[in-house]
Nanobody, 117 residues
Framework: VQLQASGGGLVQAGGSLRLSCAVA????????MGWYRQAPGHQREWVAG???????????SYADSVKGRFTISRDNAKDTVYLQMNSLKPEDTAVYYC??????WGWGQGTLVTVSS
């Protein structure tokens, strides 16, 4: 399985970014997916999750630290999972990764998000 995260960058506090993660080599549509992040000097932590399957809507879940600000979504036609991040804070600065939820695959290279105060 190959994971290609993109969309990171430098943004001011209060700004927004949309991350994408293209997944190759899996039966993506049936897999529960998640976003994770790792800040400098910290362990990797789970951020958001979304269920898989053939549905019209997908149940999602969020860490308390991002609830109400981040939204996870998926496009099964593109084998891609997204993370819309609004009202960003400096403490959101981290490398962001996608993986299954819970994480079972190897980690891709991630995408760096830097939020300036």
């Amino acid at each position: 399985v190959q994971l290609q995260a993109s969309g990171g960058g430098l943004v001011q506090a209060g700004g927004s970014l949309r991350l994408s993660c293209a997944v190759a080599g899996s039966n993506f549509r049936v897999i529960n997916m998640g976003w994770y992040r790792q800040a400098p000097g910290h362990q990797r932590e789970w951020v958001a999750g979304i269920v898989g399957g053939s549905r019209t809507t997908y149940a999602d879940s969020y860490a308390d630290s991002v609830k109400g600000r981040f939204t996870i979504s998926r496009d099964n036609a593109k084998d891609t999972v997204y993370l819309q991040m609004n009202s960003l804070k400096p403490e959101d600065t981290a490398v962001y990764y996608c993986n299954t939820h819970p994480a079972r695959w190897g980690w891709g290279q991630g995408t760096l998000v830097t939020v300036s105060s």
